[in-house]
């Protein structure tokens, strides 16, 4: 699975973005999908996941009720919806796919795009 986020760009706090991770290759709906993030200086940490069939997700407490993770599997495509956006979200935006639901680690994670690069202005 090939993975290419975009969607990234300077906002104003409390503004919001989306995120999109278009991915090809193989089956993309056999693939369990997630968002992390790293902020300079800081790990690579999980943001939000999506089970394939998209029934089912989770989020870092971080962000909860904030952003929303969704994915259209006719279009291969996975998004972050991001709203009420914080400076602490500054950070490059990853999206990764796992055979496995569930799992917050990056190293449980098979397949990852370039980042998308998301800066939050105060």
């Known amino acids: 699975v090939q993975l290419q986020a975009s969607g990234g760009g300077l906002v104003q706090a409390g503004g919001s973005l989306r995120l999109s991770c278009a991915a090809s290759?193989?089956?993309?709906?056999?693939?369990?999908m997630g968002w992390f993030r790293q902020a300079p200086g800081k790990e690579r940490e999980f943001v939000a996941a999506i089970n394939w069939s998209g029934g089912s997700t989770m989020y870092a407490d971080s962000v909860k009720g904030r952003f929303t993770i969704s994915r259209d599997n006719a279009k291969n495509t996975v998004y972050l919806q991001m709203n009420s956006l914080k400076p602490e979200d500054t950070a490059v935006y990853y999206c990764a796919a796992t055979l496995i639901y569930g799992v917050t680690t990056t190293r449980r994670y098979d397949y990852w795009g370039k980042g998308t690069q998301v800066t939050v202005s105060s």
């Open positions: 290759g193989r089956a993309f709906s056999s693939y369990h």
